[in-house]
């Protein structure tokens, strides 16, 4: 089985499992508790937080654990509502987390303005310019899509903002880039910014929120006061210090330059068939939105499933008909069904990513064939 559906999930580390073991069973103690074993766990986890604003070169703030992107995102956007004559301003590319809780805002009476995509999968920052107001409190936008790899020029849209709106808050869901591609939160003043470690071989139910000024954000889960008293519960340590873990044992450049090849090799042998459109989109080389034309994405991945994985998009939304990325970058419905999403890993060989092309192309040959 080769599996290229990674940006829905990734393989976690096998040597996870041990770190997840040792914080479980061994070095279980809660950071909240005020004997010594209990203050060296929460030192520890202290540690961590430098070491990914480090990582992120964040000057200054804070980095709160959470379960992952969803309560990330939901933090960031709920957590930094005001009442009062606040506006909120979402693109149309994000993902189900981000943009399920812009319509839910809309919804209980928040004026929520929603940025158009270009045809390239990158925000219309003229849209931007005509959306923002000074009123505006936030703006969340992806920094790559989870769709198609397009990837938004934060600095840019940080200079939208200085122009129009320099109090509000920017968010940024960089989940498809954590550990991918190299983020500077100082640079592009970047006040949220989300991860998730099941993204970058970590384990699931687990993330971050990176927060610049904690005074920003309010709590949403009302508790015992962890995490600076932004979110309450527990630290999950097996699963964060097996998250750092992954963190730790990734280079990014090596990693990106790898993917690079691999995403080129299999574009090389699909483009043999000239009904295989690739959307060359200048993006993460991580994701690959492919259009194969005259059959439907989801009989090709149904087909290919005992042998390959690969995705019809976003598997938080893979259940709802269409595809509203593709759509709002001006898709046609036809184009929209004949697509798949094919996204790597640094981690697979060459020879697997030409043995997946030969066959996804024999696969859709033979569809094309039955259905015409």
């Known amino acids: 089985m080769i599996y290229l559906d990674n940006a829905a999930t990734t393989r976690m580390f096998e040597g996870c499992v041990e770190i997840i073991r040792e914080y479980s069973c061994y070095d279980f103690y809660n950071p909240s508790a005020i004997y010594y074993s209990g203050a060296e766990k929460l030192s520890l986890l202290n540690e961590q937080r430098q070491y990914i604003k480090k990582m992120i070169n964040a000057l200054s703030g804070d980095v709160i654990f959470t379960s992952g992107a969803t309560e990330s995102n939901?933090?960031?956007?709920f957590g930094s509502q005001r009442?009062?004559?606040c506006e909120y301003v979402f693109s149309n590319g994000e993902h189900p987390s981000v943009f399920n809780v812009a319509k839910s805002l809309e919804e209980k009476g928040s004026v929520v303005k929603f940025v158009n995509l270009q045809s390239n999968g990158q925000i219309d920052y003229e849209d931007l310019k005509n959306k923002l107001s000074s009123n505006t409190r936030l703006?969340?936008?992806?920094?790559?899509?989870?769709?198609?790899?397009?990837?938004?020029d934060i600095s840019k849209i940080d200079e939208i903002r200085k122009q129009i709106c320099p109090k509000a808050?920017?968010?940024?869901?960089?989940?498809?880039a954590f550990c991918k591609i190299n983020i500077d939160v100082a640079k592009w003043n970047v006040d949220l910014l989300t991860i998730s470690a099941h993204k970058f071989h970590g384990p699931k139910?687990?993330?971050?929120l990176y927060v610049k000024n904690k005074a920003s954000l309010k709590n949403i889960v009302?508790?015992?006061?962890?995490?600076f008293g932004v979110r309450s519960g527990t630290e999950n340590l097996p699963n964060i210090m097996a998250m750092m873990y992954a963190i730790k044992n990734i280079d990014i450049e090596k990693n990106y330059d790898l993917v690079k090849i691999k995403r080129q090799t299999l574009i090389n042998i699909?483009?043999?068939?000239?009904?295989?459109?690739?959307r060359e989109i200048d993006g993460s080389p991580y994701i690959l939105s492919v259009e194969f034309s005259g059959i439907n994405g989801e009989t090709l991945i149904h087909y290919l499933e005992n042998d390959i994985i690969i995705g019809i998009g976003s598997a938080c939304s893979s259940k709802k008909a269409g595809n509203r990325i593709l759509q709002n970058m001006?898709?046609?419905?036809?184009?929209?069904?004949?697509s798949v999403r094919i996204s790597f890993n640094a981690y697979q060989s060459i020879d697997e990513i030409e043995k997946a092309g030969e066959i996804i192309l024999k696969a859709y040959q033979d569809i094309k064939r039955r259905v015409s």
Do not use: Y
């Open 330 to 338: 001006g898709e046609s419905l036809d184009k929209i069904k004949s």
């Open 205 to 208: 139910g687990v993330g971050a």
């Open 270 to 278: 699909l483009k043999q068939d000239e009904g295989v459109k690739i």
């Open 83 to 85: 009442s009062g004559n």
């Open 74 to 77: 939901n933090l960031a956007i």
């Open 222 to 227: 009302f508790g015992g006061g962890q995490e």
């Open 139 to 152: 703006i969340s936008v992806m920094f790559v899509s989870n769709e198609t790899g397009a990837i938004n």
């Open 169 to 176: 808050l920017l968010h940024v869901d960089a989940v498809q």
